[in-house]
Structures are given as structure tokens and as C-alpha cells.
Nanobody, 127 residues
């Protein structure tokens, strides 16, 4: 089994930045594409960003392009989400997700087939 634990959420003002971390533990052998999704109160889950095992391919939902970046450190079993120029509509609980893959360059385009996810970390952007 694989466990994902997010950290780094909090309260930030509009225009501010936060860096979320995701620690992966357990049976971490093999390749994983990583990503983040969020869920705001009363709304559906939204897949925000993803990165391939190799780190060479990424996915960003249009609303965060140019503001969010994703990175991962396979040696440390960690993934990171850097969020800049935050907006009130970014307020949500952010969840780390992992997809098992045999393809180093595969990056998910949606949440289908997600194998593992964490319990989330809340992000609140105040105006």
C-alpha cells in the first residue's frame, strides 16, 4: 500500500504564494505519475496539475497556467505544488494523487485511474 500525506496549506492573501508538499511512503517501488486535485465547498473535484514520472511532461488546468508549477523528487518520494499569485477562487482543499504507470513520460489528463490520494490540506485565499 502507498500513503500520501500533504502539507503546506494555510491562509494567504490574494496575490500571495504557498508551496504544498506531498510525501509518499509505503510500497513506493515502481513508477508513479503525480498530481494535485482540489475540491472547494459545494463543488466537484477538479484536477489541477499533473507530472510524469520522468518530470518531463506536465498537465495544468487552464485556470492555473502561469501561476502554479509542479515538481517531484523521486529519490525523496516527494512532490511539490508551488502556487503563486493566488486568487480567491483557488480556495479549496488540495489533495495529492498518484497513478501507477509503466511509462516514464505518462502524465494523466484527468483523475481517472488514480491509484492513491491523500487526505488533503486546506488552502484559503482571502481578499
Amino acid at each position: 500500500q502507498v500513503q500520501l500525506v500533504e502539507s503546506g496549506g494555510g491562509l494567504v492573501q490574494v496575490g500571495g504564494s504557498l508551496r504544498l508538499s506531498c510525501a509518499v511512503s509505503g510500497r513506493t517501488y515502481g513508477r508513479y505519475a503525480m498530481g494535485w486535485f482540489r475540491q472547494a465547498p459545494g463543488k466537484e473535484r477538479e484536477y489541477v496539475v499533473g507530472v510524469s514520472w520522468s518530470g518531463g511532461s506536465t498537465y495544468f488546468v487552464d485556470s492555473v497556467k502561469g501561476r502554479f508549477t509542479i515538481s517531484k523528487d523521486n529519490a525523496k518520494n516527494k512532490a511539490y505544488l508551488q502556487m503563486n499569485n493566488l486568487k480567491p477562487e483557488d480556495t479549496a482543499v488540495y489533495y495529492c494523487a498518484a497513478w501507477r504507470t509503466i511509462t516514464a513520460g505518462y502524465v494523466p489528463g484527468n483523475l481517472n485511474g488514480m491509484d492513491y490520494w491523500g487526505k488533503g490540506t486546506p488552502v484559503t485565499v482571502s481578499s
